[in-house]
């Protein structure tokens, strides 16, 4: 069974940093993409980062692009967001994803549908940015 716990959510001051774990357990990490969606209140969910299986590529959303990097250690089935000069827009939710298959549906622009699915949701972290 494939299960996904985040951590590490808060509240941070603008400009400031936070990092993000999602745990892995019950499936072999490296099969999978791995990726970070957000939602907000009254928002649509949005993607913000997906990174390969291997770990070889990885790619972020306008929004974030910059400021947001993310890593994945297989060997410990951990996947971590690093945020740093955090704004007053990304206050959301944030999930992890494990999708079936090592490529990455979301490249920064909107999930693939077609060319993703996913096969496990964490169950989220807020995060939330004082001005």
């Known amino acids: 069974q494939v299960q996904l716990v985040e951590s590490g959510g808060g509240l941070v001051q603008a400009g400031g940093s936070l990092r993000l774990s999602c745990a892995a357990s019950?499936?072999?990490?490296?099969?999978?993409?791995i990726l970070w969606f957000r939602q907000a209140p009254g928002k649509e969910r949005e993607g913000v980062s997906c990174?390969?299986?291997?770990?070889?590529?990885?790619y972020y959303g306008d929004s974030v692009k910059g400021r947001f990097a993310i890593s994945r250690d297989n060997a410990n089935n951990m996947v971590y967001l690093q945020m740093n000069n955090l704004k007053p827009e990304d206050p959301a939710v944030y999930y992890c994803a494990a999708d079936w298959g090592a490529n990455c549906p979301f490249r920064g622009g909107t999930y693939d549908n077609v060319a993703g699915k996913i096969a496990s949701w964490g169950q989220g972290t807020q995060v939330t940015v004082s001005s």
């Open positions: 019950g499936f072999r990490l490296d099969w999978y993409a």
């Open positions: 990174i390969t299986g291997s770990g070889d590529s990885a």
